[in-house]
């Protein structure tokens, strides 16, 4: 089994900047592929980025050039740069993990932590 935590989600400003952080824990080495969904109010759950273990990424069109996936293996965390937010940025953040590429980047990832709340606002 695997288990994600979320962290670093909170309430800031337009144009502000966060980073999350999604850490992983129990039988790691499945975890090849590794990425980050959000849930906008009365929205479905989007995929914001996803990284596999060899560091090749894939953006959402809506965060490119603004927000930036990465990894630290040895450390077992992933992590999610977000600059330039903005209020359509407001959602609750999802890490999640599985061993195939095509099962994080389509949202039927084994492994899913429990969210964290970003909120953009003034």
């Known amino acids: 089994q695997v288990q994600l935590v979320e962290s670093g989600g909170g309430l800031v400003q337009p144009g502000g900047s966060l980073r999350l952080s999604c850490a992983a824990s129990?039988?790691?080495?499945?975890?090849?592929?590794m990425g980050w969904y959000r849930q906008p109010p009365g929205k479905q759950r989007e995929l914001v980025a996803a990284i596999a273990s060899s560091g090749s990424t894939n953006y959402a069109d809506s965060v490119k050039g603004r927000f930036t996936i990465s990894r630290d293996n040895a450390k077992n965390m992933m992590y999610l740069q977000m600059n330039s937010l903005k209020p359509e940025d407001t959602a609750v953040y999802y890490c999640n993990a599985d061993r195939q590429w095509l099962a994080v980047v389509n949202g039927a990832a084994d492994y899913w932590g429990q969210g964290t709340q970003v909120t953009v606002s003034s």
């Open positions: 129990g039988t790691i080495f499945r975890l090849n592929a």
